[in-house]
């Protein structure tokens, strides 16, 4: 009897495309971002707050990836951004043929920086490489210190963690130096920034730091 590993098959097409889609990024000089998190705990939030201080230096576009409705799109395009809508209906994280596909629809000549709201899930996205150069995880810290450990392909699989809704912390019992001690066990090399996108806290040393790296990365690869 062969047995044959469907899961494998499918983690291995979805990479390959994903180098198709590195490949193409990097002929256009395209910076890549994959934005992760579980439902509700800010994705586009942060990318509202992140894009109004750096739209000015950056030509940016969105894809939104969504179980359902256009909501997230409708808010990035009052942003006067250009997005693009993903409906994946049952599908619980974005894979590399749905931005490969994408890509024939929503050109990225002359952009700088391609932003990729993935659809909220706490372990699905990780497994499925996009193409894309930073993997970023918003976590809101009411989802509590332990989720780390519970979770962890998510916190080993990104670069950037920014705890968000931190100004939550007195009203729910959370001990963030002990969510950042979680997060570095699983994942020694991740970068970490508390924000809140309610008050600001912290959206500025995240957006410099970001800034900092896609200038760096892009650099490097001229």
Known sequence: MHIIDVNSQILKENSRIAEENRKLFDEKGLYV???MSAPGAGKTSVLEATIKKIKDDYKISVIEGDLQTSIDADRIGALNISSYQIVTGTVCH????????????????GNDILF????????????????????????????GAEKPKKYPVMFHAVDVVLLNKIDLAPYSDIDIELLKKNVLEINPTATIFPVSCSTGEGIEEWVNWFKKKVNEDKNRNK
Not at 94 to 109: K, V, Y
Not at 121 to 134: M, Q
């Open 94 to 109: 974005l894979d590399a043929r749905m931005i490969h596909n994408a890509l024939h629809e929503f050109q990225q000549d």
């Open 116 to 143: 990729i709201e993935n659809v909220g899930n706490l372990v699905c996205p990780a497994d499925f490489e996009l193409g894309e150069k930073l993997k970023v995880m918003v976590f809101s810290i009411v989802e």
């Open 33 to 35: 971002v994959n934005i």
